[in-house]
């Protein structure tokens, strides 16, 4: 079971590295971003908090599907993947639709939209050259030039039943935000296990979770949604006071 922090886009950008440092020598395994509208930029921010680190795994969770193009989001991926081989944990997901509304990117069917991308995402990273006429992802003969030795992770993020499901039929597992009880992450754990066996696809499936807990109650979090079946407990301060410092030496 692996433990970590979110560094919330609400803290200043100048603190990432920081922040990337204290996580790395305090032995923690992950540190995750978030890409919000409209702040910090996730694959940006991604890039510099592995670049300063040199064991700590990065996440993004998680990068909005309608704001870019499944190429793009292959070709920043495979990346990363490359630069920082093992080290970035990539999430997807729908967004917040009020958002991706106001960037005239709203889909009329988010998790068709989401199954279409994420499909083609990982088939291009697999090193597939696509040709998709889906009802929102349209690819003519694209793939990635260069092969991507060590694929990284590609976690779904949401909460609503049928997206944890699609997590498990077709990703690497799930990625579950901050209003998950350990009873949510136990039903999202049995969901994701059970889509990814009834799509035959070997191997298990992750889930990770965000935890928001003061630092008095971090270890006592973290002890109960390992139990509830997480891989991953990712503590995060709240919005009114994000710098995850304390967290950091509360799981020290």
Same mark, same amino acid.
């Given at each position: 079971?692996?433990?970590?922090?979110?560094?919330?886009?609400?803290?200043?950008?100048?603190?990432?590295?920081?922040?990337?440092?204290?996580?790395? #020598?305090?032995?923690?395994?992950?540190?995750?971003?978030? #890409?919000?509208?409209?702040?910090?930029?996730?694959?940006?921010?991604?890039?510099?908090a592995?670049?300063?680190?040199?064991?700590?795994h990065?996440?993004?969770?998680?990068?909005?599907?309608?704001?870019?193009?499944?190429?793009?989001?292959?070709?920043?991926?495979?990346?990363?993947?490359?630069?920082?081989?093992?080290?970035?944990?990539?999430?997807?997901?729908?967004?917040?639709?009020?958002?991706?509304?106001?960037?005239?990117?709203?889909?009329?069917?988010p998790?068709?939209?989401?199954?279409?991308?994420?499909?083609?995402?990982?088939?291009?990273?697999?090193?597939?050259?696509?040709?998709?006429?889906?009802?929102?992802?349209?690819?003519?003969?694209?793939?990635?030039?260069?092969?991507?030795?060590?694929?990284?992770?590609?976690?779904?993020?949401?909460?609503?039943?049928?997206?944890?499901?699609?997590?498990?039929?077709?990703a690497?597992?799930?990625?579950?935000?901050?209003?998950?009880?350990?009873?949510?992450?136990?039903?999202?754990?049995?969901?994701?296990?059970?889509?990814?066996?009834?799509?035959?696809?070997?191997?298990?499936? #992750?889930?990770?979770?965000?935890? #928001?807990?003061?630092?008095?109650?971090?270890?006592?979090?973290?002890?109960?949604?390992?139990?509830?079946?997480?891989?991953?407990?990712?503590?995060?301060?709240p919005?009114?006071?994000?710098?995850?410092?304390?967290?950091?030496?509360?799981?020290?």
């Amino acid at each position: 079971m692996r433990t970590g922090v979110v560094f919330r886009p609400q803290s200043p950008i100048g603190r990432l590295r920081e922040v990337a440092g204290l996580a790395e #020598e305090a032995g923690l395994d992950e540190l995750w971003l978030w #890409e919000d509208c409209f702040l910090h930029g996730g694959l940006t921010s991604a890039a510099a908090a592995l670049a300063w680190t040199e064991r700590l795994h990065v996440g993004i969770g998680l990068l909005p599907v309608p704001l870019r193009n499944p190429a793009l989001a292959a070709m920043e991926i495979a990346t990363l993947a490359r630069l920082f081989p093992g080290r970035f944990r990539p999430a997807l997901g729908h967004g917040v639709q009020d958002w991706m509304g106001q960037v005239g990117a709203r889909a009329e069917s988010p998790t068709t939209l989401l199954r279409e991308y994420t499909a083609a995402v990982l088939g291009l990273l697999e090193g597939e050259r696509l040709d998709v006429e889906g009802r929102y992802v349209r690819l003519a003969g694209v793939g990635l030039d260069e092969p991507v030795a060590d694929i990284p992770t590609l976690l779904i993020g949401g909460r609503g039943p049928r997206t944890v499901r699609l997590a498990g039929e077709i990703a690497d597992g799930v990625l579950l935000d901050a209003v998950a009880t350990p009873d949510v992450v136990r039903a999202a754990r049995n969901a994701v296990d059970t889509a990814r066996a009834e799509a035959g696809i070997e191997g298990a499936s #992750e889930v990770v979770v965000f935890v #928001e807990t003061s630092p008095a109650d971090a270890a006592a979090a973290v002890e109960r949604y390992a139990e509830a079946g997480a891989d991953a407990v990712i503590l995060q301060a709240p919005e009114d006071h994000p710098d995850p410092a304390p967290l950091i030496a509360a799981l020290t």
